[in-house]
């Protein structure tokens, strides 16, 4: 049984008309209640643009390497000459211009520490009205700088200019620092941030605050990437050497960004270096090679641009060739990216970025598996991204791409079965953004082509199968205007989906968010922020299996559209400029999230899923200090999440509501982190996890399985004991929880500087004191006495890796 | 060497991950039916069992069973009676000791194709259980039609070749089953220089799914839940575009309904074991679901029957 959409939003999004009159008046209620947010955010922003603003003065810094093109991402720090305890950072844009508004005029230090540069310092002054415009040029210096400082300036360029997002960021050494699986992970990574949680030490998949896995935008250049997991989740297709950074948004993100509800993970390419780079490392899981050059100049010039680098890996694993004298393991993965950059002289930047990668599992060839399957899984990114400074602070920045994730099982002695899924994403993006006065003003549009198709077939009859196609366009504005001591953003954006098989969904999408500094130095800051997302894709993947494979569909006839409307409050700032301390308290509302519906009827072809609702409130603490020998990090995360969903296991015909935590609603996660720079280069890393336990369903009994004959219309059983086949009743869904969760990992470090270049071993434990931490409970009913049993997640694991450098 | 070593940490993973046993209470003691009703058949059954539990048999000898006409007004009763009339073959290994057997004998219109009926199971101590089915409406089978089946209801088709059964859809089927048991396959194939071990017939499935799925492809089709077999994969590789000569087949389509789909396509995933769907609530578990069936029997002697097709 269909039931009606509820709610306002729902009414709009799925754009149909009620034909009853009696809903009319309701309807009309509802649509100006829905308006209301965004027509206030709407005058708030003209009031804020119209506002008359301080006379104060600007100063803008212009920054480039010498005899090359513009350095964008580079901390710029500007300290008052009479007071160099106050200080303003700002980052430099894409091209290459840090821009310090709002400040009172006088005379100020420039200090700009960018490692592989020499340091610069130069006074600049800010005059009573207007701007003052400096450039300056870096110079390349052989010895490489300790940059220790790099991501506390970075952190508190961010602290000074957004006020909404909850930012965390990971450099290619923090990624480095965290002890891991084999080799440094990103996706491994972030579950040390506050609100994330991961479910299993098998599966990278990660949950923030609350919201599905489906639910995180995971970027690679500002591509998306749909399923970014190898080996069915145990580790991400990101290979370390070639990221320059990952930022994870874990909630209160800028009107820019759509497409996903619960988070953004931007994961950005390192162009490294200068001239011919090569990186390379060996785990126990792959081998990988990453090779790096300038651009020739002939080749630059040609198309008017003044430098470039590029920069190619690749990487395979090798547990297939490795493992064979013990036994046939017959899977591998391969993955190859490319990352290029090329500045004009004029300071615009052209990048261009392309990922495949490919797991295969081939049992075809195997004498041991009586079946022949083949199963390739993997994604293809392309795109390419042009910055332009169009003059004053105006830059245009256009990015075109294309994303897909293919799926297949191929059964050669069987051509009649197979079971696909493909979903695919064109995109057009472009955003204009500058600063007026005092306020920072970015608009964009986006048009998206995407595309899916899932089927399941074998025997003449299909199983399952899902296909559409459509077009997506968003339009979005915001604006961040400082006064005083109050940073302003607000935004909005809409997105409208076309999908093929009809009905037009649109969400309109305001968000607000205000920030308010205190202090002498304006070191602490209290912030707020509300906002309406929304998703139209959803992934299918059944998040209680540890390992699995994400199925994508669109939203239209068969699965909605998910809208989370989101309001989070919280406390940051710096204590004595080393230390970073945040607190954070969110409450999420979720409308269209989906679950398989195991009870589906075969003759409608869109009920397939279940369309639910979820609630997640919890609070995130963060203390953390990014420089000096030894770098600590605290996070703490307490989450309490449910869904509801109609519960058609007991009655599909009318079905009852089940609400329920789901299996990522982990209560309190803490996470602590230690990095310590030991002398001789030795660098030792720790990290301790505790989680307190995740839901999951207790069977409360076991039964024989008998086998219904439709030929003579009676019962098969179990011919002998060993053939007995059990199937459980379940109690209530995930209403009981495994034991707390921790383990403690280490890993070391030790780089050796060889003429050629520098040469890294390091050693990783995992779960140091081998806790068994619990990934399954099978309840054994059929024994005498009962017993639980189970499997634990990773015992005491030491992998060593080689990393190389030259 | 090397290889070995590098190997080592995934053995590890691989070997050292099983927590330690601990017992745990007594599970529930849930009774769980199953109740397949048959269109125009004259004997319905249930077969009833329970969950295991310390001390107590699976058998269920004291339940009361009604089914009830919804659309007519009338009901029937099952009562306990021998395990033959429920199951195939000799009692099987079961984990508690098998399951009680309930049968009514009816007239052949008691369960008539689209008609409503419930289902109440009462046991002696208060615990009552419910359900409800609406029978798939009545089909026919059109290809091979009346007119190319003998008195016996039997075709003939050409060996090495392939035929589709078509037939008339059955309003509410949720699925069509097919089963046929194959006799003197194995043989035939043997024959035909294929060697296949053992002398029984084969019995393989079939599945099409929603009402509207009415065709299948004789004998391509078949074995759709046994190409994991590792015994029975070259025998369907074999049969993939038709039987060898001398091969005898019944062959039936049931029309099922939603309630019996669900119990057998199992629920989420549980690593304890199969979650099946259940369509009966209240005080226990199990399916209440509805079958309409049509028969035929298609044999590969040559010249001795009408053509399938």
Request: charged fraction near 15%; charge should be positive.
């Given at each position: 049984m269909r039931r009606p959409l509820g709610g306002a939003a729902a009414k709009i999004q799925w754009g149909r008309p009620d034909r009853s009159p009696l809903l009319r008046p309701f309807r009309y209620f509802c649509m100006v209640k829905f308006l209301r947010v965004p027509l206030v955010l709407l005058a708030m922003l003209a009031i804020a643009l119209a506002r008359p603003l301080h006379a104060q003065s600007a100063v803008e810094v212009a920054l480039r390497a010498r005899n090359a093109g513009a350095l964008p991402g580079v901390v710029v720090r500007l300290l008052w000459a009479a007071d160099t305890l106050t200080q303003r950072v700002e980052l430099t844009d894409s091209a290459g211009i840090a821009r310090f508004p709002a400040i009172p005029s006088g005379r100020y230090r420039l200090f700009i520490d960018l490692p592989g540069y020499a340091i610069h310092r130069s006074d600049v002054m800010a005059p009573a009205t207007g701007v003052s415009r400096t450039d300056v040029a870096l110079f390349v210096t052989a010895v490489e700088l300790p940059g220790l400082l790099v991501e506390t300036d970075r952190r508190r360029a961010r602290y000074n200019d957004q006020a909404g997002s909850s930012v965390s960021e990971l450099t290619q050494s923090d990624l480095k620092s965290v002890p891991s699986l084999g080799e440094p992970d990103v996706l491994r990574a972030i579950e040390v941030l506050p609100g994330v949680v991961s479910t299993s030490d098998f599966s990278s998949a990660f949950n923030v605050r609350g919201g599905g896995a489906d639910q995180n935008l995971i970027l690679l250049d500002g591509l998306p990437i749909y399923n970014p997991f190898h080996l069915g989740g145990l580790f991400s297709v990101f290979n370390t050497d070639m990221i320059d950074r990952a930022e994870l948004l874990?909630?209160?993100?800028?009107?820019?960004?759509?497409?996903?509800?619960?988070?953004?993970?931007?994961?950005?390419?390192?162009?490294?270096?200068?001239?011919?780079?090569?990186?390379?490392?060996?785990?126990?899981?792959?081998?990988?090679?990453?090779?790096?050059?300038?651009?020739?100049?002939?080749?630059?010039?040609?198309?008017?641009?003044?430098?470039?680098?590029?920069?190619?890996?690749?990487?395979?694993?090798?547990?297939?060739?490795?493992?064979?004298?013990?036994?046939?393991?017959?899977?591998?993965?391969?993955?190859?990216?490319?990352?290029?950059?090329?500045?004009?002289?004029?300071?615009?930047?052209?990048?261009?970025?392309?990922?495949?990668?490919?797991?295969?599992?081939?049992?075809?060839?195997l004498d041991s598996f009586p079946l022949q399957v083949k199963w390739q899984w993997g994604n293809g990114v392309a795109g390419s991204t042009l910055t332009l400074p169009l003059g004053g602070t105006r830059v245009l920045t256009t990015r075109v791409g294309y994303s897909q994730f293919t799926t297949a099982i191929v059964f050669p002695q069987f051509g009649d079965t197979e079971f696909s899924s493909r979903i695919e994403q064109a995109l057009l993006r472009t955003e204009l953004s500058g600063r007026w006065n005092t306020s920072a003003w970015r608009v964009g549009g986006a048009l998206d082509h995407l595309s899916y198709h899932n089927l399941a077939q074998s025997g003449g009859t299909v199983f399952g199968e899902g296909r559409d196609r459509g077009w997506m366009g968003g339009v979005f504005a915001q604006q961040t205007t400082r006064s005083d001591r109050w940073l302003i953003e607000s935004g909005l954006r809409t997105d409208t989906w076309l999908p093929e098989s009809g009905g037009a969904r649109a969400a309109v999408q305001p968000r607000l968010a205000v920030k308010r500094f205190f202090g002498a130095h304006e070191d602490l800051a209290i912030k707020a922020s509300i906002g309406r997302y929304a998703q139209f894709a959803h992934s299918l993947r059944d998040e209680e299996l540890p390992l699995g494979i994400d199925i994508w569909v669109l939203s239209g006839d068969r699965a909605p559209v998910t809208i989370s409307d989101q309001l989070q409050t919280g406390i940051e700032g710096f204590i004595r400029g080393n230390w970073y301390v945040a607190a954070e308290g969110y409450y999420r509302k979720f409308d269209g999230v989906v679950a398989n519906n195991t009870a589906e009827n075969p003759n409608d072809p869109n009920d397939d899923l279940l369309r639910g609702t979820g609630v997640s409130y919890g609070a995130d603490f963060q203390l953390r200090r990014d420089n000096g020998r030894v770098r600590p990090m605290l996070a703490v995360s307490w989450l309490k999440a449910t869904r509801e969903f109609d519960d058609t296991g007991v009655d599909p015909d009318n079905p009852p509501k089940l609400s329920y935590p789901p299996i990522f609603d982990r209560r309190l996660d803490v996470d602590l982190v230690l990095q310590a720079m030991l002398p001789r280069d030795w660098k030792l890393s720790f990290r301790w996890n505790l989680g307190t336990g995740l839901p999951y369903t207790r069977p409360i009994g076991a039964y024989t399985m008998y086998d219904y004959s439709v030929l003579t219309s009676r019962w098969r059983g179990p011919d002998s004991s060993s053939d007995v086949e059990t199937a459980v009743v379940l109690?209530?869904?995930?209403?009981?929880?495994?034991?707390?969760?921790?383990?403690?990992?280490?890993?070391?470090?030790?780089?050796?500087?060889?003429?050629?270049?520098?040469?890294?071993?390091?050693?990783?434990?995992?779960?140091?004191?081998?806790?068994?931490?619990?990934?399954?409970?099978?309840?054994?009913?059929?024994?005498?006495?009962?017993?639980?049993?189970?499997?634990?997640?990773?015992?005491?694991?030491?992998?060593?890796?080689?990393?190389?450098?030259? | 060497m090397r290889s070995m070593l590098a190997a080592l940490p995934i053995l590890l993973l691989l070997a050292s991950c099983e927590l330690t046993e601990i017992t745990i209470a007594s599970p529930q003691d849930v009774i769980i039916t199953e109740l397949v009703l048959r269109a125009n058949d004259?004997?319905?059954?249930?077969?009833?069992?329970?969950?295991?539990?310390?001390?107590?048999?699976?058998?269920?000898?004291?339940?009361?069973?009604?089914?009830?006409?919804?659309?007519?007004?009338?009901?029937?009763?099952?009562?306990?009676?021998?395990?033959?009339?429920?199951?195939?073959?000799?009692?099987?290994?079961?984990?508690?000791?098998?399951?009680?057997?309930?049968?009514?004998?009816?007239?052949?219109?008691?369960?008539?194709?689209?008609?409503?009926?419930?289902?109440?199971?009462?046991?002696?101590?208060?615990?009552?259980?419910?359900?409800?089915?609406?029978?798939?409406?009545?089909?026919?089978?059109?290809?091979p039609g009346r007119a190319r089946l003998n008195e016996f209801d039997t075709c003939g088709l050409p060996s090495g070749t392939?035929?589709?059964?078509?037939?008339?859809?059955?309003?509410?089927?949720?699925?069509?089953?097919?089963?046929?048991?194959?006799?003197?396959?194995?043989?035939?194939?043997?024959?035909?220089?294929?060697?296949?071990?053992?002398?029984?017939?084969?019995?393989?499935?079939?599945?099409?799914?929603?009402?509207?799925?009415?065709?299948?492809?004789?004998?391509?089709?078949?074995?759709?839940?046994?190409?994991?077999?590792?015994?029975?994969?070259?025998?369907?590789?074999?049969?993939?575009?038709?039987?060898?000569?001398?091969?005898?087949?019944?062959?039936?389509?049931?029309?099922?309904?939603?309630?019996?789909?669900?119990?057998?396509?199992?629920?989420?995933?549980?690593?304890?074991?199969?979650?099946?769907?259940?369509?009966?609530?209240?005080?226990?578990?199990?399916?209440?679901?509805?079958?309409?069936?049509?028969?035929?029997?298609?044999?590969?002697?040559?010249?001795?029957?009408?053509?399938?097709n």
């Open positions: 874990s909630g209160g993100f800028a009107a820019q960004y759509g497409g996903r509800v619960s988070s953004v993970l931007s994961v950005e390419s390192d162009a490294a270096g200068q001239g011919f780079d090569v990186q390379g490392g060996v785990s126990i899981l792959a081998t990988r090679v990453a090779v790096g050059t300038d651009i020739p100049r002939a080749l630059l010039s040609a198309a008017g641009l003044e430098s470039g680098r590029a920069r190619i890996s690749i990487r395979r694993s090798y547990f297939d060739q490795l493992l064979k004298p013990i036994f046939d393991f017959p899977y591998h993965l391969t993955d190859l990216q490319f990352f290029s950059e090329a500045i004009s002289s004029g300071g615009a930047r052209l990048t261009f970025t392309a990922y495949t990668g490919r797991d295969v599992l081939d049992l075809a060839g109690g209530p869904r995930n209403g009981e929880r495994y034991p707390t969760y921790h383990r403690f990992d280490a890993g070391l470090r030790k780089t050796f500087v060889k003429r050629w270049g520098t040469l890294t071993p390091h050693l990783d434990v995992l779960n140091l004191y081998n806790r068994r931490n619990v990934l399954f409970y099978f309840y054994q009913y059929d024994r005498t006495p009962a017993l639980r049993s189970g499997v634990s997640m990773f015992p005491l694991l030491p992998t060593i890796g080689l990393e190389m450098r030259f | 004259p004997l319905q059954t249930a077969y009833v069992h329970r969950t295991v539990t310390p001390g107590a048999a699976g058998a269920v000898p004291n339940a009361t069973i009604i089914v009830r006409d919804e659309t007519a007004g009338t009901s029937f009763t099952l009562a306990p009676t021998g395990d033959s009339v429920c199951l195939q073959g000799a009692p099987p290994n079961t984990l508690n000791g098998g399951a009680t057997c309930y049968a009514a004998n009816v007239s052949t219109t008691a369960v008539r194709p689209g008609a409503r009926y419930t289902l109440r199971v009462e046991m002696p101590d208060g615990r009552v259980a419910t359900g409800a089915t609406v029978v798939p409406g009545a089909f026919a089978i059109i290809q392939a035929f589709d059964i078509i037939w008339t859809k059955s309003a509410g089927a949720a699925v069509y089953l097919t089963e046929a048991r194959l006799r003197n396959l194995r043989q035939a194939l043997r024959a035909s220089g294929l060697e296949i071990a053992g002398n029984d017939a084969v019995e393989l499935g079939g599945l099409s799914i929603g009402a509207s799925d009415t065709i299948m492809r004789f004998p391509s089709d078949l074995g759709l839940f046994d190409r994991f077999d590792d015994d029975l994969i070259p025998l369907l590789l074999a049969i993939r575009d038709g039987l060898p000569a001398g091969v005898d087949v019944t062959l039936v389509v049931a029309a099922a309904d939603r309630n019996y789909v669900n119990w057998v396509r199992g629920g989420n995933f549980n690593p304890s074991g199969v979650v099946q769907i259940s369509s009966i609530q209240g005080d226990g578990r199990g399916v209440f679901g509805s079958l309409v069936n049509r028969r035929i029997n298609i044999a590969t002697y040559p010249g001795s029957y009408p053509f399938c």
